[in-house]
């Protein structure tokens, strides 16, 4: 199992109020101070060397834009630095946003720096970007999922085709491809692909054979998931195993139960997943054109339903597992909290609080001490299998101490325990295992790498 | 939404460049080509039923607004714009009359700017196409449907055929086909946001068109500023403007609506 850490590098300093009335996307930026920036962002840079240290294989990065919840505007700026800073983890970039990066060419280009840098150590992922970053970067969303797959075939291209060479696309144009930086590992450096349970994303990770690399989903859906994929594999021909897949989950440990309980609310603020899907405002979170057909329906299902829980962020966690109810968790929960104009902002905030019972129990966020979250980290591993787990953490105005303690207390009391499971269960990475590299079984029906039953158990 | 047919109008499709084009046929005497706005066609209202006791109102519906399937190929409103004169002339109806609402407003002045020999008079109703001098397009695509149908009327309860459009509790399909609609509007026209940055320079050739331009002096959506830089773009083009209106003079000021479209139109 390849063990990564995370975290959303949130800009902590952001009133909660300005949070709660803008949401994820459009808080003024007068609420950011650079001189604080600049303090966090090399706060976070030293935290991705201790987590070496500490004995993470990975450590994962993501990018959005304007926003408080990350500060990761340009994570291939701190994937460099940590190119050069670190010597042993992965650097696994989860994703760059392809649409909202608008050039694969340079893209090709930073990321082939950084594997070299970095000695063939980068891990390559895409996103297609949070729909408010269609409208921070003027990225065309009605063209959303063309410009990624178009990108994605010409950055791959443009790392394995020697130059130069011309490329006319429908969105991309290059007259003379011929980068002078190349990755180091060949044909290319992996590439995984993160997600919040997109169908459509999924059959294409199957495909491709990327491991999909899920979100804080919950469980249930994931598994769901997780057999679209093994079945899109099975028409590629191949067996899905532990190494197609990945989950993050939210860990939060501390010396006592309580501690660790009262720091994980404030993950409610500043995580990302279910946590600032609540927070997007709906036009800002659905461009016109950003979704597929499919998931449009289900938003106009949400919208015009006068039934439809109204401001109850967390809805999601109560869903059935019904397979037409994929990915319908995160969309209920932005839609519902921003149904009227009017954000009571102390009621938002209660409601919130009062969610985190419910967020627990569905296992988003896990955490107490060592002891309680060993078998509650176990149950997911058993429901999940997956070859990538990334402990994410540390979002929302938790303090440097309380920061460090947690990465302290997971490295050494908890992450032993849950490599021992990862034996145990066989739960191989891709580094381990090549994705798409398992023969089908002779009956032609492929198996399932995830366990609903384990849940239950 | 409009249904298939009824005492006044029906639906018919053309195929045009291998697509299916949906048309709303009303109305007898010569034809009048009604291109429609952003968010599709609204359905059959009071104007339509005026203009046709004269004439064939005929109301393409564009592809990919939320009854048809985009046809791919379609960059840019230009390229729409290309697709019309296309169905025009398969049609034989050229030289005919012209009127178009906000986003089909600028096809037409694109239909102008490269041919104004399909057209025998034009109309637009405050279109978007032209950045304006003086305050911004409003960015219909950071607001959800029912927020950007609103800003389209000054007071949407005393504007008697609005609740009638779009009163009363929203349902999926009405909702799927507006965000159908705006995805395609993005595709067309996300940037620069609504409009062409050299359009106004080739609509001189529209000189010799008859062209009439009606603007609401409180219109919401695109400030009537735009209307006097079409004004300055077509040579002989009159601009009038209704007081105390909104986006949609054809439904907030109905009557002094249709006079003037008829008196225009003759």
Redesign the interface.
Known sequence: MHVMYFTERPYRYCPNDEIIKHGFFGIPNKHFDPVKGSQLLNEYLDEKIMAEELGFDGVMLNEHHDTAFCMGSVMDVEAAILARITKKVKIVLLGNPLPVVGNPLRLAEELAMIDMISHGRLVAGWVRGAGSEQFATNANPGYNREYFEEAHDFVVRAWTQPGPWRYEGKHFNYRFVDPWVLPIQKPHPPIWIPGLLSPETVVWCAKHRYPYVALATFLEPTVELWNIYRDAAAKEGYQVGPENFGYLQKVYVAETDEKAREIAKYDMFGGAGIGYSLFGQPQWMFPPGYNSREATRRVARQFSDPNAAKGTPFAGAQQSSAEERLAQAQIETRAGAWKENQVDIAATRKQIFDAFPQVERAMQVICGTPKTVIPKIRKVLEVLRPGIFAFWQNDGPISTEDRVNNIKLISTEVMPAVREMGKELELVSPFEVKPGSRPLPASGVPESVGSIAALAS | MAENSNSQWREETVKVDGTDLLVVKGGAGKPILVLHEELGHPGWLKWHSALAKTRTVLIPLHPGFGRTERAEWMLTIRDLAGFYARYLKEQGLAPLDVIGFSLGGWIAAEMAASNPHQFRKMVLVAPVGIRPPRGDILDV????AP?QLLATVLDPANTPEFPELYGG????????AF??A??????LA??PYMHNQTLAHHLSVASALPTLLLWGNQDAVVPPSAGEAYRDAIPGARLVTFEKCGHRPEIEKSADFIREVEAFLG
Request: hydrophobic share 40%; glycine share 0%; charged share 25%.
């Open positions: 695509f950071q607001m959800m927020q509790a929203a349902n999926p399909e009405q909702f799927e965000e159908e705006r995805a395609q509007n993005a595709r996300w940037t």
